[in-house]
Nanobody
Framework: QVQPVESGGGSVQSGGSLTLSCAAS????????IGWFRQPPGKEREGVAA???????RYGDSVRGRFTISQDNAKNTVYLQMRSLKPEDTAMYYC????????????????????WGQGTQVTVSP
């Protein structure tokens, strides 16, 4: 059983930065696909960024150029560095992991991920 655990959420002002971490106990981190998703209050969960087992990275349109996903295989951790945060980035952020190979076109689709964390809240004030 793979259980992602997110950390690093918090409250920042507009223009600020946060880095989220996703840790999970897995045998080989680079044999999995890891995605970050977010769900604003009252809205659907959307894909933010993802990295697959080959190192292919995808970003959602609303965060491209501001967010960076990276992984540290030695620590079994994936990071989401968020810069130039906006109030509309306010959401619960979830880490999701899957042990199958997901086509790059579908990396940001939540139905392709089997394991989900509990989420970490990010709040950006104006």
């Amino acid at each position: 059983q793979v259980q992602p655990v997110e950390s690093g959420g918090g409250s920042v002002q507009s223009g600020g930065s946060l880095t989220l971490s996703c840790a999970a106990s897995m045998s080989t981190y680079n044999s999995y696909t890891i995605g970050w998703f977010r769900q604003p209050p009252g809205k659907e969960r959307e894909g933010v960024a993802a990295i697959d087992m080959r190192g292919v990275i995808r970003y959602g349109d609303s965060v491209r150029g501001r967010f960076t996903i990276s992984q540290d295989n030695a620590k079994n951790t994936v990071y989401l560095q968020m810069r130039s945060l906006k109030p509309e980035d306010t959401a619960m952020y979830y880490c999701a992991i899957d042990d199958s190979r997901i086509h790059s076109t579908y990396l940001l689709q939540r139905q392709n991920y089997r394991y989900w964390g509990q989420g970490t809240q990010v709040t950006v004030s104006p």
